[in-house]
Nanobody
Framework: QVQLVESGGGLVQPGGSLRLSCTSS????????MSWYRRAPGKVRELVAAITGGGTTNYADSMKDRFTISRDNIRNTVYLQMNNLKPEDTAVYYC?????????????WGQGTQVTVSS
């Protein structure tokens, strides 16, 4: 059974930092591109950042100067370091694991962790 478990969300003041973690089980972690998405109230889900099994990263333009994605292929965990947080970063953040093996795609989601940026 595949599980992605996020942690690290919470309430933080503007300008503060948080580190989200997503620990996976039931998958061959190194095969998967790991991503963080977020859904703000009243908005569609958007990609925050992604990292391939080999460590290549990709960021949404509005976040690449403040957020850093990384992964630990031994601990089967992906991280999102978020600095200089703004109220508009308030959202539920979701971890995603995706890969394609031949003609078959695999796509898994965590349950989400709430991040609230407010004074």
């Amino acid at each position: 059974q595949v599980q992605l478990v996020e942690s690290g969300g919470g309430l933080v003041q503007p300008g503060g930092s948080l580190r989200l973690s997503c620990t996976s089980s039931g998958i061959t972690f190194g095969w998967f591109t790991m991503s963080w998405y977020r859904r703000a109230p009243g908005k569609v889900r958007e990609l925050v950042a992604a990292i391939t099994g080999g460590g290549t990263t990709n960021y949404a333009d509005s976040m690449k100067d403040r957020f850093t994605i990384s992964r630990d292929n031994i601990r089967n965990t992906v991280y999102l370091q978020m600095n200089n947080l703004k109220p508009e970063d308030t959202a539920v953040y979701y971890c995603n694991a995706a890969t394609r093996r031949g003609a078959t795609g695999y796509d898994y989601w965590g349950q989400g962790t709430q991040v609230t940026v407010s004074s």
